[in-house]
């Protein structure tokens, strides 16, 4: 299972995969242990979980997007960061694009929410160009929605 989009190639991350890498290759950070973890228990989470992001160009791993879980009441949370080097190019946009076409494609999903600092600009911006509304804030987190009915 991997998706294509124009300079990315967008893999769910497995044991197998992160097994492969070496600490250069890229950083796996603890919510990408945690998932990993839950993985173990519950094979059915994957491609429901943390995704690699890597770029075609180059053949390196560049940042992870994903879902926080399956869906629940056809709704999924989505979660993305692209290394500092390989920011300001439309990376994020184009990921996060990826995952949540994947995501309909199932049709298990109509609703797809998201999360960010109120002051992560670029977080902003690639939740707006994807068309996200916001639908509230949490102290310094704002709240965003896409529906695909």
Not at 9 to 15: A, E, G, L, N, S
Not at 54 to 69: A, L, P, V
Request: aromatic share 8%.
């Amino acid at each position: 299972m991997k998706l294509e989009t124009e300079r990315l190639t967008i893999v769910p991350v497995d044991h197998q995969l992160v097994e492969k890498l070496s600490p250069e290759d890229y950083e796996i950070h603890g919510f990408i242990k945690s998932y990993l973890t839950d993985l173990k228990e519950d094979e059915s989470l994957l491609g429901w979980g943390v995704w690699f992001v890597i770029e075609k160009e180059t053949g390196r791993i560049i940042g992870d997007t994903g879902f926080k879980g399956k869906p629940v009441d056809q709704t999924v949370e989505i979660g993305y960061g692209i290394i500092p080097s390989a920011q300001g190019r439309g990376y994020a946009t184009e990921a996060v694009n990826g995952i949540i076409d994947r995501a309909l494609s199932t049709n298990l999903v109509s609703n797809v929410v998201a999360e960010c600092l109120d002051d992560n600009i670029a977080s902003v911006k690639v939740l707006e160009k994807l068309g996200f509304e916001r639908t509230g804030t949490d102290e310094n987190m704002l709240k965003w929605k896409i529906s695909h009915q």
